[in-house]
């Protein structure tokens, strides 16, 4: 666990593990914030979506000046409109991303996950700049203990398979052991038929006398032993899940926590967190993920390993995850860096640290991935 004094926020919520729905919903929450306080967008989104259209302040009272205007307000919404679309685009990706995520981990943990609850690490990066390798500022997002779970697996639906086919093999090797145990008495009885012609066969009277006798004395076939098919076992009870109300519920209470952790930060430093003015630019999203990380809205990008990579050691040392080494010659291109933590409970497990720090399959190699949109920012309203 990170040091108590960190310069990096840090979000812990009441659940052991972060689910792929929460991830998503808190770094989009994440992402709002950042194009506000960094003066993307003259209102918060959630504002600057219920903002009528034809909502732009006071109307001039010069008729000279009509058309200019109602052309400045044109533009206004339709910068607006197009932002508030690339954002809801981004609300869409983000939660299938973070699905898709949790997969690559469950896969890259598939050795743990019959006996223990994997969970990795996730780090989504807000880009301010041109492009992602020319950021004006950077803000990391870290996501502690994300579930590790492959998208529509029943966890139960093995377990209860076994079961079923177990009860079938018993009930086939007694079907198959009643014939034998047939056959069986039908050939001792054979046997003692044989024996009684040889000694009798001078007397044909007496032979069928002793035959009489010995079929009158003979044991019947034992009644069949099959036994009568049994309903299948039950299979074990689900764990009761969340309600839709009080998964939303649930959501609503994390992205006021995470409002009021960056409210905290920004007044425990003096305002000198992430609020800052900074001119219009456009906002790009950048993700880590493993190599086996499938997902139509994002692209590998090998080129900007070596620059987030050091934004990563960046943070984590902030975090008080890393000691501080070799600060002469690290170099701080982007300034003082900027973040928040999201974590569970429970912290990552020891599989996922190895495969982080160790020898790893290329599949399971962690790289960036850029999001293929992107917000543009805007003043006028």
């Avoid at 919903?25 to 993307?40: D, E, Y």
């Avoid at 009860?167 to 024996?195: F, K, L």
């Avoid at 920004?266 to 086996?292: F, K, Y």
Wanted: charged share 25%; hydrophobic share 30%.
């Amino acid at each position: 666990m990170p040091a108590t004094s960190t310069k990096i926020p840090s979000v812990t919520l009441q659940t052991d593990l972060v689910t792929d729905s929460m991830a998503a919903r808190l770094c989009l929450s994440l992402v709002g914030h950042v194009l506000f306080l960094k003066s993307q967008i003259p209102f918060p989104v959630m504002q600057l979506a219920q903002m009528p259209c034809g909502d732009v302040g006071t109307q001039p009272i010069l008729s000279d000046f009509h058309t200019n205007t109602m052309q400045a307000t044109s533009r206004a919404a339709k910068k607006r409109q197009d932002l508030l679309n690339s954002f809801d685009t981004l609300a869409s990706h983000l939660n299938t991303t973070f699905t898709a995520l949790s997969t690559a981990f469950a896969l890259c943990n598939e050795v743990s996950r019959e006996d223990a609850q994997g969970s990795g690490r996730a780090y989504l990066a807000v880009v301010l700049g041109p492009t992602p390798g020319s950021a004006r500022s950077r803000v990391m997002v870290g996501v502690d203990a994300l579930e590790a779970k492959i998208w529509g697996e029943r966890s139960e639906h093995g377990r209860g398979r076994r079961g079923a086919d177990d009860h079938e093999e018993r009930s086939d090797s007694e079907d198959e052991s009643s014939p034998d145990c047939d056959s069986n008495s039908d050939v001792d009885s054979d046997e003692s038929g044989d024996s009684d012609n040889s000694d009798d066969s001078d007397d044909e009277e007496t032979a069928l006398e002793a035959e009489s006798d010995e079929s009158s004395q003979a044991p019947s076939p034992p009644p069949s032993r099959t036994p009568s098919p049994s309903p299948s076992p039950p299979s074990p009870p689900q764990p009761s899940s969340q309600t839709y109300a009080q998964e939303l519920e649930a959501l609503r209470t994390a992205e006021r926590l995470l409002s009021r952790t960056l409210a905290s930060a920004c007044g425990e430093n003096d305002g000198q967190s992430m609020a800052s003015e900074m001119p219009p630019t456009q906002t790009h999203i950048v993700l880590r993920a493993p190599r086996r990380f499938t997902h139509p809205a994002w692209v590998p990008k090998q080129t900007l390993s070596g620059a987030f990579d050091a934004l990563l050691d960046e943070f984590l040392e902030a975090s008080g995850e890393h000691s501080a080494q070799n600060d002469v010659k690290k170099k701080k291109k982007g300034g003082k860096v900027e973040g928040v933590w999201i974590r569970g409970r429970k912290g990552v497990t020891e599989e996922m640290k190895s495969i982080e720090n160790g020898d790893i399959p290329e599949e399971d190699e962690m790289i960036w991935w850029t999001w293929d949109g992107k917000l543009v920012g805007f003043a006028d309203w």
